[in-house]
């Protein structure tokens, strides 16, 4: 009718982490355990996602069930999130940051190495089909508190950036392609995993999680 005005509404993207509960949102790759997360609402809100080796090989995430993931809302989109990465007594093969999921998927990751912290950028091609990770680019990291963002453009092209704090974002290894889940689209979010079972474990902890244009 003439003189209504339409209001533009989108599903819940953008996440503060200063609610107790996580929003709607988020779906997490396998059934959840109470283990896996921890969510402090106050000064402003955080996540803390505990490093679990859980059907995680350290080949490929595929069969990971603790990512923490949403539907890529846009084709062309950027996804921010400030983060801290704390290794369990600098354990090597811990890891934690950006993941992209698909059939094919990325990742862009602080991860405690032999030669100590560690940023890295991996791909693997036909995850679904035992396809194994494969290291596009790695640097030593000093600051294990950064911010991380990929950018989305046109569907599925892919690039990953980061930015410590006073710098320009940087873009950081190489663009990919990203596919379709096996009968969903593909997702965007946070991982942290490790590549062997300890009694205790390090963790990634995110402010945020912002989608932008």
């Not at 704090?165 to 950081?172: E, L, P, R």
């Amino acid at each position: 009718p003439k003189g209504l005005k339409s209001v533009v509404c989108t599903p819940q993207e953008s996440d503060e982490f200063d609610q107790v509960a996580l929003g709607l949102q988020w779906q997490w790759h396998g059934n959840v355990q109470p283990e896996w997360y921890y969510i402090d609402p106050r000064d402003g809100g955080r996540i803390r996602l505990f490093a679990d080796d859980w059907h995680a090989p350290a080949q490929s995430l595929w069969d990971a069930t603790n990512l923490l993931m949403q539907k890529i809302p846009a084709p062309d989109m950027k996804a921010t999130s400030l983060v801290r990465f704390v290794p369990r007594d600098k354990t090597i093969g811990e890891r934690g940051g950006l993941v992209v999921m698909g059939m094919d998927y990325g990742v862009l990751s602080l991860e405690q190495t032999a030669e100590g912290l560690m940023l890295t950028q991996r791909i693997c091609k036909k995850a679904g089909r035992g396809g194994k990770e494969e290291l596009i680019a790695s640097q030593p990291m000093s600051n294990n508190k950064i911010y991380m963002r990929v950018a989305i453009k046109k569907g599925n092209q892919c690039q990953f950036y980061y930015r410590e704090d006073g710098k320009k974002y940087q873009a950081f290894g190489k663009p990919f392609e990203i596919r379709e889940g096996k009968w969903i689209g593909a997702k965007v979010g946070l991982y942290c995993s490790r590549a062997k079972s300890t009694n205790d474990s390090g963790w990634l902890e995110a402010e945020n999680f912002i989608i932008s244009k």
